[in-house]
């Protein structure tokens, strides 16, 4: 291996969210000799990120608690001052939030580029000699041309000669799936470096190679790099759909899912990874990325490409809703005034994280049929609930109405149906007998992970529906 004479000693990650806050805390325990400022403009998030109390990190991950106590404050910093940070810094991770637009040209499609473009500005202003700006956040294909022109626009003004600056722009997507944030950073699949210049992806790979190995490093092109990164998210997603869809047929033909997702997954081409059915993909990505990249193909006229990729997520919302139909149906056609507890409220297990999470949709749904929901999830804060459901639900008049609850069991009294939304382990293991004595009578436990002990529950008098085997 050729000796890279670039060596990075500071890194500043911008952006304290999901992304850069596990992969910084990982970079930092695999690179001691590294400092690491991850900076945020959010005081409250960086205050909770520094907290001697590890279970209120902003972000929970298995794992995560513990490298950060080993890190924080020796070579980990968590930080408000981005100005200073990106001075210190030769490597500098924008890791910022890039949500579908709300509003303007490419509404509901495209990505919202103000918080990259903010950050980018704040680097050309304050970063000295030479610097590598790393995209880690997804994007949309070509965002690095943006960053590189904000970049060199900043090289023509006055201070260039004082602060002797020069940069380099790579794309370097995170592949980490949340839940499994520790584990996929610290044994990943592979490591994509997208750029032009040899010495600064060099510089870059020599970082990861403290534990990971070469061959796992891809270096490809800048726009291979992004459109690799969106194509990678459509892929999976479009599984997801697939096997969702799936799922439907399987109810209407007497065919169990789970049987069938085995048979198909046994086939090494296909693979048995990302089949299992339910509610719905969620999550800041998916959603997110399929419409970056139906975006980016009617932008260069391939309506048919487009229209193909929408189908993944029509069928998604889809999915959702059919959901939301069914528990209605089983409950005699109506569930206006009748108490439903809801079982998981995260996107998926192991994380706090809710961003388009089926239960949104499904839960706003029933609220407007008038139910009265009482959500349990181990992790999601009741306020980020409140959040969720007060933007979704337009029907705040209605007689329906919502809670929290600390318990499955505070959740289940009086209630007509449970309905099991996200994959928690524990939600394997919950004892149906106690919990169906406490039930309205005759009561429903809806599956829409397939997870439930489902032969505890039906012996305990509940009826069980689950997805892709019961219709
Ligand atoms: C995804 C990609 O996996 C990751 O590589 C990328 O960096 C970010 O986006 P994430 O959104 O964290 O990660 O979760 P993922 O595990 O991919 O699950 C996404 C959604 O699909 C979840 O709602 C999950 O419950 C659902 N899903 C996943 C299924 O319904 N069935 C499956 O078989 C797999
Ligand atoms: P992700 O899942 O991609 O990590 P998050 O929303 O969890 O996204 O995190 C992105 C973080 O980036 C947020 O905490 C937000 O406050 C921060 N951020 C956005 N713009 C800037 C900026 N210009 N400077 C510093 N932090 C920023």
Redo the contacts with the bound molecule.
């Keep these: 291996m050729k000796e890279n004479k670039f060596k990075v000693k500071t890194i500043c990650c911008?952006?304290?969210?999901?992304?850069?806050?596990p992969t910084m805390a990982v970079i930092a325990s695999k690179c001691p000799n590294i400092k690491i400022y991850v900076?945020?403009?959010?005081d409250e998030?960086i205050a909770r990120w520094n907290s001697n109390d590890l279970s209120d990190l902003p972000?929970f991950e298995p794992g995560l608690d513990k490298i950060v106590s080993q890190c924080r404050d020796k070579n980990l910093f968590f930080s408000t001052d981005?100005n200073n940070s990106i001075k210190e810094a030769d490597m500098i991770f924008l890791?910022?939030?890039?949500p579908t637009k709300a509003k303007g040209i490419g509404a509901g499609q495209a990505s919202d580029l103000k918080?990259i473009e903010?950050?980018a500005r704040?680097v050309a202003e304050f970063a000295e000699g030479k610097t590598i700006v790393v995209e880690k956040?997804?994007l949309p294909v070509r965002t690095a041309e943006t960053i590189k022109q904000i970049l060199s626009s900043s090289r023509k003004n006055s201070n260039e000669e004082q602060h002797n600056q020069e940069f380099s722009v790579l794309s370097n997507p995170e592949f980490l799936a949340e839940g499994t944030a520790i584990k996929d950073l610290q044994n990943p699949d592979r490591i994509l470096i997208g750029g032009e210049d040899e010495s600064s992806i060099e510089a870059l790979a020599e970082i990861y190679q403290n534990w990971i190995k070469d061959e796992k490093i891809i270096r490809t092109n800048l726009w291979s790099s992004e459109l690799s990164k969106l194509t990678a998210n459509a892929f999976l997603a479009q599984r997801v759909s697939s096997i969702n869809s799936i799922a439907a047929l399987c109810e209407a033909t007497g065919a169990n899912v789970n049987e069938v997702s085995n048979a198909i997954g046994r086939d090494s081409r296909i693979g048995n990874k990302f089949l299992k059915a339910g509610p719905g993909f969620g999550g800041?990505c998916f959603k997110k990325d399929i419409l970056n990249l139906i975006y980016l193909c009617k932008f260069y006229g391939l309506q048919e490409v487009a229209d193909y990729w929408e189908g993944v997520l029509k069928i998604n919302t889809w999915t959702q809703n059919r959901i939301s139909k069914a528990i209605v149906q089983k409950l005699f056609g109506t569930v206006s005034g009748k108490k439903i507890a809801i079982l998981g409220f995260a996107f998926k297990a192991d994380t706090n994280?809710t961003?388009e999470s089926s239960a949104i949709s499904i839960c706003s749904n029933l609220i407007e049929e008038g139910a009265n929901l009482w959500i349990y999830d181990p992790k999601v804060n009741p306020k980020q609930i409140e959040l969720d459901l007060n933007i979704q639900s337009s029907c705040k008049e209605s007689i329906s109405s919502w809670n929290t609850s600390d318990s499955i069991i505070e959740a289940a009294i009086d209630s007509d149906a449970i309905v099991v939304l996200t994959d928690w382990e524990q939600f394997k293991y919950v004892n149906w007998e106690e919990v169906s004595s406490v039930m309205r009578s005759p009561s429903w436990l809806i599956d829409t992970r397939n997870i439930v002990n489902h032969e505890n529950a039906i012996s305990s008098g509940l009826r069980v529906w689950r997805i892709g085997i019961d219709n």
Excluded: P
């Design positions: 911008i952006g304290a969210g999901y992304v850069g806050g900076v945020d403009l959010n998030r972000v981005v890791s910022v939030n890039t918080w903010a950050s704040q956040s997804t800041s994280d961003r």
